[in-house]
């Protein structure tokens, strides 16, 4: 047999199943005689397929099977697909393919008397019915529209910003006019921290604002105007409307800001002052992106006009006077510091900064007047005491810079900067153990703070324990093998032990790191010339004069080096650059046994006479 026979028999089949599910749900006599046939149909048509027999093939036989099996079958399925189509269409709901016929109970059949069993519940009315009888209330729906809000307010009050927008979101999709909605929206959007959102709202108010203004609606349509303006709630001239933008544009250019927008928040914040030229903050924010954007002048001009405004306003003076500091005008920034100071002398801030600023154009006998004041307005402020003890340290008094540095210890025995600058003070003043005893206390505290580390090392080297110092350096650079300057120190307490090829090592060391420091060439060099590798010291030195070719005792070393090459020209040459950028290296270089084979040589003699 055919394949098309085989796929024609389950076709049968499938119909068949149709069928006896058509007749199941409708029950219908029609059906069950049509479905018989198409049994009969099927079952002749499947012995004959597998058998083999020819009865399909007289042509009458196979049309009535197919007009039985096939084709009537398939016009009740067409029937049934346009009438649940038809059904969509009208009543809005799909109740399924097959319209299933109610059972009516007959009087012998049991009725379910279990307390919990119910009738099923009438089927709901369709859309199109519901939108017939549907008549709004104007009072009920500005009544919940009133709860609705004020429920939404409670959210934002209690920082509920989620519910809250759920609420606004909710609302705009029935009121898409309402410039308040969208603006308080906007609002939520943005203590929620979804900038670009607010961004998008605050724009849609201006967008609807514009529409009421020009009497049409957000399409261009004149005829809703009026519509669109009772949704909104709007009464307003044009004149209230554009004068309450100028908080939408203040809005619109604080969420910018919080985009790193800053040139479009300026913009926005402009816009905001053209409207409503008293409003400060719109100035302040102005300069706050002007910061932002590096253009610090332009910023205090900006709060100039705030303080313009505002004369009283200190905190505005402050900042001028921490810009001016920034940008190292000193005496703008004190102008500015004092008048901030004498609105209010409570502000330890500005009395802080007005100390530094102090410190900073050496007047420090202001600077410590005012530090004392912010001890008075905050005793536990170890800053104040570790400021004092750095501007008698600046004047010299050394000792009194160790009484406020202890002090500020006191307060907070953590601070690594009041130690390490005790130690300091404590070292120059000749009191080396207990500087040693200060250095290793910040090294506690803060193990990578490198300068403590190359000082302890020096005072350990300069007092004769080099090899303590030694161990300073290792642990330094344990901590911080690329820095350069532990290298050098340990060079330079390497060749004072004589230990002049680890010297060499140490110093190469440093200058792999930093190989445009000449004073590492120079000890380098010097440290080469003790090992007699005389011609690798000239190669050094040639490198430290391409950094520093004004310094004299780079040529002077230099020419050592050729005299102990035995290159008397070149050595006299470069010793004569020496003495030109230094005539006091004549005296040294006439006792210099390294010229000794040069001083035969008239030119040598002139040179040193």
Not at 88 to 109: C, K, T
Not at 174 to 188: C, E, Q, R, V
Not at 209 to 230: F, P, V
Not at 500 to 506: H, K, L, P, R
Request: hydrophobic fraction near 40%; glycine fraction near 4%.
């Amino acid at each position: 047999m055919s394949i098309i026979v085989a796929f024609t028999i389950l076709m049968m089949i499938l119909l068949i199943g149709y069928m006896a599910y058509r007749l199941y749900l409708r029950r219908k006599p029609l059906v069950l005689i049509f479905l018989c046939f198409q049994i009969f149909s099927t079952t002749l048509a499947v012995f004959s397929f597998i058998n083999d027999i020819d009865v399909l093939k007289t042509y009458y036989i196979e049309a009535t099977f197919i007009l039985m099996g096939i084709i009537i079958p398939a016009m009740f399925f067409i029937y049934d697909y346009r009438k649940m189509v038809n059904k969509i269409r009208s009543h809005g709901i799909f109740e399924g393919f097959i319209e299933a016929v109610p059972r009516e109970l007959l009087p012998d059949q049991n009725i379910n008397t279990d307390k919990r069993y119910i009738n099923p519940i009438i089927k709901e009315r369709q859309i199109p019915d519901l939108m017939n009888d549907i008549s709004l209330n104007k009072d009920d729906i500005l009544r919940n529209t009133k709860k609705s809000l004020t429920q939404a307010q409670l959210y934002i009050n209690n920082k509920d910003y989620e519910n809250a927008y759920e609420i606004y979101n909710t609302l705009i999709k029935l009121i898409s006019s309402n410039p308040g909605l969208h603006y308080n929206l906007a609002n939520i959007c943005y203590l929620k921290g979804n900038y670009s959102d607010a961004v998008n709202s605050y724009k849609k108010v201006l967008d609807i604002n514009e529409n009421l203004i020009k009497g049409t609606d957000a399409s261009g349509d004149w005829r809703t105007a009026d519509k669109n303006k009772r949704e909104a709630g709007s009464a307003k001239s044009e004149s209230e409307i554009r004068y309450e933008e100028y908080m939408v544009y203040y809005n619109l250019g604080n969420a910018q800001f919080k985009l790193n927008k800053f040139e479009q928040a300026i913009d926005s914040y402009k816009k905001a002052l053209d409207i409503n030229p008293g409003l400060e903050d719109a100035n302040e924010n102005i300069a706050r992106a002007l910061i932002s954007l590096n253009k610090i002048n332009e910023a205090i001009d900006f709060y100039k006009k705030v303080v313009e405004g505002d004369s009283n306003n200190y905190r505005v003076h402050y900042v001028i006077g921490k810009l001016y500091n920034e940008i190292r005008n000193y005496d703008e920034a004190i102008i500015e510091l004092q008048e901030a100071h004498r609105i209010k002398p409570s502000c330890k801030e500005t009395c802080e900064l007005m100390g530094q600023v102090f410190a900073k154009v050496g007047r420090h006998s202001d600077s410590i007047a005012i530090f004392h004041k912010l001890i008075k307005l905050a005793p536990e402020d170890y800053k104040a005491y570790y400021s004092i003890g750095t501007s008698y340290y600046r004047t010299g008094e050394k000792e009194k810079a160790i009484e406020y540095f202890k002090k500020s210890i006191e307060i907070k025995p953590d601070s690594y900067k009041s130690y390490y600058n005790l130690a300091v003070a404590l070292d120059e003043t000749g009191m080396q153990d207990e500087a040693i005893t200060a250095f290793k206390k910040v090294i506690d505290i803060k193990v990578d703070f490198i300068d403590a580390y190359n000082n302890l090392g020096i005072i350990l080297s300069t007092m004769g324990r080099h090899l303590e110092a030694l161990d300073i350096y290792v642990k330094g650079l344990n901590k911080n093998p690329e820095e350069y300057s532990l290298f050098y120190n340990m060079g330079i307490t390497l060749s004072e032990m004589g230990r002049y090829s680890e010297a060499v090592e140490a110093y190469r060391n440093a200058l792999e790191i930093k190989p445009d420091e000449f004073e590492i060439n120079y000890h380098l060099g010097a440290a080469l010339i003790e090992i007699k590798k005389y011609d690798d010291a000239v190669e050094v030195y040639k490198d430290a004069i391409k950094i520093k070719p004004s310094e004299s005792d780079l040529f002077y070393n230099i020419s050592i080096a050729y005299s102990l090459l035995k290159k008397h020209d070149i050595a006299i040459d470069n010793l004569k650059k020496a003495i030109e950028l230094n005539p006091g290296i004549k005296s040294e270089a006439k006792e210099n046994k390294a010229f000794e084979s040069l001083k035969g040589k008239n030119e040598f003699l002139e040179l040193v006479s």
